[in-house]
């Protein structure tokens, strides 16, 4: 139902409602008093509408988008001058304006290159980072954006401010004569088609679509009410709140209406018998005032048209002959006719539930579970019904997570178990089987380090994990938060690297079939209320066969993290997840972020400055204040070694989880035997003197002060393919 594009139900009285060809629906506005406050001002300059200087392409007061164009960042090589020229682009959104994710995604395209978004998600700095790579163009493919040549990600809702820049690796190196430009850009879906003409000679104008989401306020429906500017000014127009920032408001027509709800009788009556898709009458349809009905109203009988003009009003007498039998036949067929529809209603959620139930893989769980029956470590196939109750129909304060591929609820389970329920946005239907394994395999799991799968939900589109509740968060928002991090003492963390290390070391050797984690991070770690770690997330692990030493893989995790020798040759081992505890270990030890703009053009990963800093015997000048000045110089020194091991470029030079895990432990013992072996030389000490009196003192010139960008601890910094 488009809404009339005339200028009553566009634009103000008065006010001129197009630029350039394109329309400006009011709240928008050309000219002063015709929009509805400055940020919805459109200039038209040259027969170009824009919004500060963003050029706009479309406006819709429907689907509340606005289309614009922005630079795209470039990084060229001129074979002349032998120079690399580099730009990066920023984009600042005004207040009522987020970049859509729904409708936009991230792009890198070059044969040499690695691109970066960055912005700010609820206060938080956001990364996300994309690469492509290619030796000759032998492989490369016009129009699909898979990798070669071209890579693309999505990312999550709320950004407002951008920057995006790209670069290259190896300055275009024995293949500057096919590829010496590399491109990185938000793009509107569908509107990039890739070529590998782009690979060619640099154009650094290049201008790209976009979609940003807008809202009429920043206030709740609530708040919004009670202002004197509100904007949803027709009487047939309702309020809705913006569920993915909770900071705006849109305006739209009620149900039955069309056209502009942001103007006095905007909203105009659809009749729904003019279409006879509107409405479902198989005879007479009149048109009602937002509504329709079948069939003229009582006293009334029809001369058959289907338009309802043809109602005209019965002959008293025959009214009064009106057997009252007939009036109770009617109430009956339309009892009747209500429950029939309500059981066909209710055949029809049954029927979609179990076809979600067939999708997901229900028949094939329910045929492994049944042969485990007798095991308490079986997992439990949940209703949707009873994760609804659960989650009180998963309502928003019960969020305590969110990300680009999720949502996880708090929920309360009829035996008082308190769980977390992790709702993914998307499934691969290719890999059910794959699927239905991991969750039989997790469900029997039980370690005290891991986080435990209690069961799943298959009677939705995307299936529904169960979780056990970890109530004190990530390792992650622990160690980069300022006021949380001198919480986390030395002890503490060592305690919490071996917890770790000993459920990766279980994950890898002891259960039956192997399990390589995959995307091992600090956010991955929860916390509960005594500190004890949790390993979780095992969305993109895998299941390798004890016969089978590696796996051949699409590079999945999140950059900082990887395993360098994976992200070369695809070829997943246990030892990429050593490498990524290796990163675990130096944030633990450095409070550091895993990438940063800050340290020099080599050293943008933590892993490689923290390397770096030991070659140059700068160790203590990079460590945490909080630990350094606990006095455990020794203990740090041996777990330094211990993750400049797990860091090696090679993986078969890396120790195994097992060996990890022991060596840790064996550190955790010495500080126990040193504590015994003080208290009782002090004991005798304090027979032999009467009174003794210690101070202890940690100083030097090895002091300095901590910075550190916040990093919101739900977003994965996706690299691979970029589908």
Sequence with gaps: MAAATTASTIGKPGCPIECGGVEIPYPFGLNEHCYLDENFNITCDSGTPKTGDVPVTNISIETHELHVLHFAANDSYDPGSESISNYYTSFWAAAQYTISNSKNKFTVIGCDNYGYLSGYQNGELYKIGCSSQCPSLNNVINGSCSGVGCCEIG????????????????????????????????VEKD??????????????????????????GNETCK????????????????????????????????????????????????????DSKLNNCTKMCIN?????????????????????????????????????????????????????????????????????????????????????????ETAKIFTVEELKKATNNYEENRIIGQGGFGTVYKGFL?????????????????QIDQFVNEVVLLSQINHKNVVKLLGCCLETQVPLLVYEFVPNGTLFKYIHSESKASTIRWETRLRIATETADALSYLHSVVSTPIIHRDVKSSNILLDDDFTAKVSDFGTSRLVPRDQKELATVVQGTLGYLDPEYLQTNQLTEKSDVYSFGVVLVELLTGEDVLSFNWSENEKSLAIYFLSSLKEDRLFEVLENHIVEGGHEEQIKEVVELAKRCLRVKGDERP??????????????????????????????????????????????????????SVNDHVTLALGDGR
């Design 656 to 709: 195994t989880m097992k060996e990890v895990a022991m060596e840790l432990e064996g550190i955790r013992k010495t500080e126990t035997h040193s504590r015994v072996s003080v208290q009782s030389n002090l004991e005798e000490a304090e027979h032999l003197l009467g009174e003794t009196s210690l101070t202890f003192k940690y100083g030097g010139s090895n002091s300095r002060t901590a910075t550190y960008d």
């Design 191 to 216: 509107e990039f088609n890739f070529s590998s003409n782009y690979l060619k000679a640099g154009q650094p104008d290049i201008k790209v679509p976009m979609v940003l989401d807008w809202v009429a």
């Design 155 to 186: 990312f999550p809702d709320g950004l407002k401010d951008i920057n995006v820049s790209v670069s290259n690796y190896n300055n275009y190196t024995n293949i500057s004569d096919f590829n010496s430009c590399g491109y990185a850009f938000v």
């Design 414 to 430: 009829p035996d008082k178990r308190i769980v977390a329920i992790k709702k993914s946005k998307t499934v691969d239907q290719n």
């Design 288 to 376: 009602m005032e937002g509504n329709y009905t079948c069939g003229c109203p009582k006293g009334y009988h029809g001369d058959g048209r289907e338009d309802g003009e043809g109602c005209a009003a019965e002959p008293a007498p025959l009214a009064i002959k009106i057997p009252i039998v007939i009036g109770l036949s009617f109430v009956a067929m339309l009892v009747v006719g209500s429950w029939l529809y309500f059981v066909h209603k209710k055949r029809k959620l049954i029927k979609l539930k179990e076809s979600f139930f067939r999708q997901n893989g229900g028949l094939i769980l329910q045929q492994q579970l049944s042969k485990q029956q007798g095991s308490r």
């Design 223 to 274: 708040e919004a009410h009670k202002k004197s500017n509100f904007a949803c000014q027709d009487k047939n127009s309702e309020c809705l709140d913006d569920l993915q920032t909770w900071q705006g408001y849109r305006c739209k027509c009620k149900q039955g209406y069309q056209g502009s709800p942001y103007l006095h009788g905007g909203c105009e009556d659809v009749n729904e018998c003019k």
